[in-house]
């Protein structure tokens, strides 16, 4: 008896442009194992058709038409927890990589990558596992190991317990909306927090703070 065939990698397909998604599902048409389910090309449209479509895998870029890529990936996330999000975009952008890798993304790829190589990317995340272009990872490593020796905090510049929390939240890619109702406090107290945080560990990003959290902080 033949074993039975897995089914095809639901993949949608989330770009800003219209020729990049036609030629995305043209190389992916004649695939074995992926089936395009459905296109988006800004951050309300790629949610609204991960809740519809329920995607395995959701290939995206990082610029959308009405915000970014890291936003739409946290937000699908947090209505399709099974659904893994695989970056695909032109920007080796370190701190790109590190905002769309505390969303939560499964992997990031440079659109440089070959159609043999995505095939496999996809399959691979659909699988549990995550990818990251090498490219990519040596500017996040590089910008993280900077940005560790920058954090370095002095005595007097020490974060307090709360700050921590926040900052903690921060990591978690958390909203200034949502971290203070985590933790019993207003949107300009958190913000105001936030703000603190950052003029301490001399960083002006929410995914510098965060990538400073990550290796030195926690």
């Not at 639901?10 to 190389?27: A, T, W, Y």
């Not at 952008?93 to 159609?115: N, P, Q, R, T």
């Not at 921590?164 to 109702?181: D, F, H, P, S, Y």
């Amino acid at each position: 008896m033949r074993p039975a065939k897995s089914p095809p990698v639901r993949l949608l397909v989330v770009d800003d442009h219209e020729i990049v998604r036609k030629g995305l599902r043209s190389v992916l048409a004649n695939a074995h194992g992926v089936e395009v389910v459905g296109e988006a090309a800004g951050v309300a449209e790629a949610i609204s058709e991960a809740i519809r479509l329920t995607p395995d895998v959701v290939l995206m870029d990082v610029r959308l038409q009405d915000g970014t890529g890291v936003e739409a990936c946290r937000e699908v996330l947090a209505s399709r927890p099974a659904t893994r999000v695989l970056f695909l975009t032109s920007f080796s952008d370190e701190d790109a990589v590190l905002a769309a890798v505390f969303a939560g993304a499964s992997g990031y790829l440079l659109k440089e990558i070959g159609a043999g190589a995505l095939l496999t990317a996809i399959a691979s995340v659909a699988a549990g596992h995550s990818i990251l272009d090498p490219v990519a990872v040596r500017a996040m490593t590089e910008k993280m190991n900077a940005m560790a020796g920058r954090g370095a905090e002095s005595e007097g510049d020490a974060l307090s317990p709360q700050e921590r929390r926040v900052l903690a939240l921060v990591a978690r890619g958390k909203t200034n909306k949502e971290i203070g109702a985590t933790l019993g406090l207003s949107d300009k107290t958190a913000k105001n927090y936030l703000s603190n945080i950052f003029q301490k560990l001399r960083v002006t990003r929410r995914s510098q703070a965060a990538a400073i959290y990550t290796s030195k902080l926690r």
